[in-house]
């Protein structure tokens, strides 16, 4: 096998995003001692402890799936919170108004802005008990004590550049070496405190080395082992990791682990409004017709008219405003959550 700098220039030019994302990862880091308050904090109602967190994060990890959006945003969301939670102390009644401004954080920085739903959305669906007001002031807080440094670099960066230098270097299928996987697997992880701890490019190491051993690849073990030597990883470094993740992993598939809510999420209603929204199909006016021949001057004004009056009626009924809003005002008190499969 060839060495690392001695390939293609689509090789050579994943290397240099490497050794640059190398020298800044550290930047990007929760505060060692702020972890370590939050690693002995009790569990009482004074400061968040890591169990705490843990907790919050799973909930990151569900919005992220109820929104559909990427594994990415998750990532950035909870290296935010981390580092916001290693440089404040919190209260724990304060904690959620933290995460869910940390995720709209997050998604405003990765995802398309077409498909970033409103804030108060965000915050009914999280159930957050705090108002657009309160996120807009802690997402300044936390803008000010992170120095608006959103765009982190991350574990699933490392781990996008391993996979991409690996798949570079190798004559192995795409198919073999899972990134969908490896993403999932990370974000397990995430949910894990202690390894808010690691440093990005070991984690994603860890988790790509272990994956290579289960493929029993001996061609990729040798890109793997030259990636180490090329991000100079010590040996003891990835072994107290690798051991770490492996354990992570196992517990996070065993059946007694609680895992996060990745079902899709329904709202189910009483039999009055049930019957209420069924009976308001028939309410529903019906758009008119569109003439098939030419337009009329003289009528082309008021053919518009009557068309904006049905859209505005269809608009304004029950079912369409269902489509417009997760949770409808009038029907919000009688709802409940339901996870089904």
Known sequence: MKDLTAQSNEALKYLKQLNLHLEQETNFLPKQTGLNLIESAPENDNCVSAKRRDAKVEDLWS???????????????????????????????????????????????????????????????????CTVSDLRRMEKIISEKLKFQFKAITALTFLHLYHAVALSHTSERKEILNLDKLEAQ??????????????????????????????????????????????????????????????????????????????????????????????????????????????????????????????????????SHLEGAFFPEDLRRKSKWLSVQ
Not at 209 to 216: A, C, F, G, P
């Open 63 to 129: 919005l992220t799936n109820f929104f559909g959006f990427s594994t990415e945003t998750f990532v950035l969301a909870v290296n935010l919170l981390d580092r916001f939670l290693a440089v404040m102390k919190v209260q724990p009644k304060h904690l959620s108004c933290i995460g869910v401004c940390c995720f709209n954080i997050a998604a405003k920085v990765v995802e398309e802005e077409c498909n970033i739903p409103p804030t108060h959305d965000i915050i009914r669906i999280s159930q957050c008990k």
């Open 186 to 319: 990370l974000k397990a992880c995430y949910c894990r405190f202690v390894f808010s701890k690691a440093k990005p490019s070991v984690l994603a190491l860890s988790l790509l080395t272990l994956e290579i051993e289960s493929l029993k690849s001996r061609d990729l073990c040798e890109i793997a082992q030259r990636v180490q030597k090329h991000s100079r990883i010590v040996d003891g470094d990835l072994l107290y990791w690798r051991e770490l993740v492996s354990k992570c992993l196992a517990e996070y598939s065993s059946p007694e682990c609680c895992k996060p809510d990745h079902k899709k999420l329904v709202w189910i209603v009483s039999r009055r409004t049930a019957q209420s929204l069924h009976s308001s199909y028939c309410c529903i006016p019906e758009l008119p017709t569109i003439p098939e021949g030419g337009w009329d001057e003289s009528e082309s004004e008021d053919s518009c008219e009557d068309m904006s009056c049905g859209e505005e009626s269809l608009s304004s009924s029950p079912m």
